[in-house]
């Protein structure tokens, strides 16, 4: 009963308009799969879809790469240090996508501070293209979605009991064999989590790929939005249905090799 | 689309608005009574209209020039909103059209009369007899020209040795380095066209291919900017050696001493225009603010707000010298063309997805 509200506004406001696009999309411009053979014969929104699960496969395992140490160093704070090492992963969010695309921008310009300082140090000749290339638009996204990696990892890590690594280490294991064995598998869901949330927001970035990226980095989203601008509605449609589509048999695999307790919850053990 | 950076230009405006604020009034008070709609809801049977806009520096000069003296004069409450094509779309189809007029992108004007989203304009409200020709359409009206132009960063080049047409723009081994273009196919494929030497009154309908061709070898050289600020951002900061930008967007920095100058050779011309979406309430008032907005005198003051061309003809008598250099069809500018918004409306989607492919690849 308590849920009712909640059950209802999502229906009404999300399945419904979920529901009502999938719909159109086969609808437009006229019934059947035409809009779907546009976006499939098209090389550019092909290769659109495939850009964009190769920046959010990136994007994740690089989250994932820094956020791991990160969210283990938490474990090791308490009190005030603690408090304030979450609240300084949690800055971005505090940042709007614009601002910070716009930020991003200014920093790394031909004439900006950062190659302003290269060139003064001397290390470089003339200014570097830090811009508008796949390399920036990763690392934008990284420092954005990061947040989304440390939370869940540091949630598991949390519960993993310290005493078992002491329990190894009195069996004999060396510190690096105690963690990969004892921890690391203990602390895995946590990334999986994490791994899935940093994924599926990734394949919809919008404005870092149109402000910070190149004509190669169009990413479904960028070309969605083109399409709505030009009235051309069912091709929209059917695109962010392949992105539904492909968020949705992620989540269903996921769910499949982890289970949704470890997915949801980021708590139960691996087996 | 194409504004000034929304600071710059409320300065440069402070000292004149009152004047014209106080000018529209008086003119107000001396017609009443003469054919036009007058008094709090007057002829028009309704208390305000809902009017769609680009925003920034463009919407603050229409309100100057347009939306406050309509009150002032017809007791007509003006209410400002943003335009959206996608949103156009949506109100028209769900039948909840929110907007009375709207002042879109000319291009995305003559799509969406293509596209059956907009009501035929009522000429018999609307005066078009001072209008030029090509700006009058059934269902939208184009009100104010700016030019897509080359530009330059000062520090690298005088305005002796910069380069002065597409040709030069697009020549590589006489202005070495990047250069920045809008990242749409319209506009881009056309300076392209003109770079390869195509005569402007043989462009359309357009040669993509050919284009495209045309651009292939600098492709590594192009930088592609999706929004005017960006556009007159990267000329001031010399993220790019050479530029485009609308000249709207450059004017004001290159006033105030920004390392930014342009040429209106060549130039293409874009517009806005003025249209009533599909099923719009109030359609007689929305004619009768078009109407209005049309008029010489209103235009005038438009361009002396921001600087885009005025399409009624007699509106360049009420402009001083100064402000007539300023605007893209002033005579003595020689611009290339105007873009061929209805060609584009047919050919949109096949050309676009020919560019995205090129793009992408």
């Known amino acids: 009963m308590l849920l009712a509200p909640l059950l209802l506004l999502l229906l009404l406001f999300f399945v419904l308009p979920l529901a009502i696009e999938v719909w159109s999309s086969l609808a437009q411009p006229r019934p059947g799969l035409s809009a779907y053979h546009t976006v499939f014969q098209q090389a550019a929104f092909l290769r659109s879809i495939a850009t964009t699960l190769q920046i959010a496969a990136t994007v994740t395992v690089a989250s994932a790469v820094i956020g791991y140490p990160v969210a283990y160093a938490f474990t090791r704070l308490r009190g005030r240090l603690l408090t304030l090492m979450l609240a300084l992963a949690l800055v971005p969010f505090w940042v709007s996508a614009v601002v910070r695309s716009f930020s991003w921008m200014l920093l790394l310009e031909r004439s900006g501070p950062v190659n302003g300082a290269l060139l003064a140090l001397g290390l470089i000749g003339r200014p570097l293209p830090f811009l508008y290339n796949r390399t920036v638009v990763e690392v934008v996204m990284v420092s954005v979605l990061l947040p989304y990696m440390i939370l869940p990892v540091y949630s598991v890590m949390r519960g993993i009991d310290l005493d078992l690594m002491k329990a190894a280490a009195s069996l004999g294991a060396s510190p690096l064999q105690a963690f990969g064995r004892v921890f690391l598998p203990l602390s895995l869901p946590g990334v999986a989590a994490g791994g899935l949330l940093v994924f599926i927001l990734a394949l919809g970035y919008f404005v870092t790929p149109s402000l910070l990226g190149g004509p190669r980095e169009q990413m479904v989203a960028v070309l969605i939005y083109q399409q709505t601008q030009l009235f051309n509605w069912p091709v929209a449609f059917a695109l962010a249905t392949v992105l539904l589509v492909v968020v949705v048999a992620l989540y269903g695999l996921a769910v499949r090799l982890l289970g949704l307790g470890r997915i949801m919850f980021a708590q139960e053990p691996l087996p | ?361």
């Open chain 2, 1 to 361: 689309m194409r504004r000034l950076d929304r600071r710059t230009f409320l300065k440069g405006l402070g000292a004149t608005i009152p004047v014209f604020v106080g000018g529209q009034l008086l003119e107000a008070c001396g017609s009443a009574g003469s054919s036009a709609p007058s008094g709090p809801g007057g002829k028009l049977g309704v208390s305000q209209l809902v009017v769609a806009g680009g925003g920034g520096a463009l919407t603050d000069a229409y309100r100057r020039a347009y939306y406050q003296p309509f009150t002032a004069k017809t007791g007509v409450k003006i209410l400002e909103t943003a335009v959206d094509p996608a949103k156009l779309k949506s109100m028209v189809s769900s039948g909840a059209v929110e907007w009375d007029v709207a002042q879109i992108d000319a291009a995305a004007a003559a799509s969406a009369a293509y596209d059956g989203l907009l009501e035929r304009l009522d000429y018999r409200i609307i005066n078009k007899d001072d209008l030029l020709p090509q700006m009058v359409h059934d269902a939208y009206l184009i009100n104010d020209l700016a030019a897509y132009v080359i530009a330059w960063n000062t520090r690298k080049y005088q305005a002796e040795n910069a380069p002065q047409t597409w040709a030069d723009f697009f020549n590589v081994h006489r202005f070495p380095g990047t250069r920045g273009l809008l990242n749409t196919p319209g506009q881009t494929l056309e300076v392209a066209l003109l770079g390869a030497g195509v005569d402007p009154k043989h462009l359309y309908p357009l040669d993509v291919e050919r284009a495209l061709k045309f651009l292939d070898p600098i492709k590594s050289q192009l930088r592609f900017w999706s929004s005017g600020a960006q556009s007159a951002q990267w000329l001031i900061d010399d993220e790019v050696d050479l530029g485009t930008s609308w000249n709207g967007r450059l004017q004001g920095p290159k006033a105030q001493g920004s390392p930014v100058d342009f040429t209106f050779n060549q130039s293409l011309l874009v517009a806005d225009a003025w249209i009533v979406p599909k099923g719009a309430k109030h359609k007689d008032a929305s004619m009768q603010f078009i109407a209005f907005c049309m008029q010489a005198r209103n235009q005038a003051r438009e361009a002396e707000l921001i600087p885009y061309g005025p399409t009624n003809t007699r509106a360049f008598s009420y402009l001083d010298a100064q402000v007539k250099a300023s605007l893209p069809n002033a005579p003595g500018h020689r611009y290339a063309l105007i873009q061929d918004f209805d060609w584009w409306a047919r050919n949109q989607d096949r050309v676009t997805q020919t560019w995205n492919d090129w793009l992408s690849s």
